[in-house]
């Protein structure tokens, strides 16, 4: 029979989900937050599914048939790479699933883990809203400015706010994320950790 085990440090009071986690103090949020998660998942899972068949189509036209893409390579730079690892940084916020490292912090008083949530939570929410205003600059620029690729080049023949639109709307979604848990915490009792929620994982 599988079993919950517990992460040290933490209260294990919620439950995880394939696009984060389930907790009963504020469950309308945590249905925000889990739509979010699901469809930059998606989104993040397509533009790896097209990266393995473009480059795959790339393999067979340039080897078996003498005649490469060509624009593959700025398809993939321009557009999959970055929207992976931008709503991809989401699903990873949300799902705990990139690299921590709670040596130490498990060891404080939980009110002090508590506030420095707090501080984690407003520094990634702050950051990412910089993000996204820088992006946005540079994505309104290069729209106001008509950049586009220039006649017989290689590239797909889009404008270029196209691929840079996908920096500032993956981090003003990562900072939306960041708001509701920072809104989580200073709204709940100080006396413990209310967003370090990981339950930890099915084990035999």
Wanted: one cysteine or more; glycine letters at 4%.
């Amino acid at each position: 029979m599988p079993h919950l085990v517990i992460h040290p440090g933490h209260d294990g009071t919620a439950t995880r989900t394939p696009y984060g986690f389930r907790t009963t103090d504020h469950p309308r949020l945590d249905k925000i937050q889990n739509a979010i998660s699901a469809v930059c998942t998606w989104i993040a899972g397509a533009a790896i599914i097209l990266l393995v068949l473009i480059t795959a189509a790339e393999v067979f036209m340039r080897e078996v048939l003498s005649h490469p893409l060509g624009w593959n390579i700025s398809l993939t730079e321009k557009y999959l790479l970055p929207t992976i690892a931008f709503f991809g940084l989401i699903v990873a916020y949300r799902t705990s699933t990139h690299i921590a490292v709670e040596t130490i912090f498990t060891k404080l008083p939980r009110p002090v883990q508590k506030v420095i949530l707090v501080l984690i939570h407003a520094s990634v929410a702050f950051s990412m809203v910089m993000l996204a205003l820088a992006g946005w600059n540079e994505t309104w620029m290069a729209f106001s400015l008509h950049h586009q690729t220039l006649p017989g080049m290689a590239d797909l023949p889009l404008p270029d706010w196209t691929f840079r639109a996908i920096v500032p709307c993956a981090a003003i979604l990562c900072a939306f994320l960041a708001a509701i848990d920072f809104y989580r915490e200073v709204t709940t009792p100080w006396h413990r950790p209310f967003t370090d929620y990981d339950p930890g994982e099915e084990g035999h």
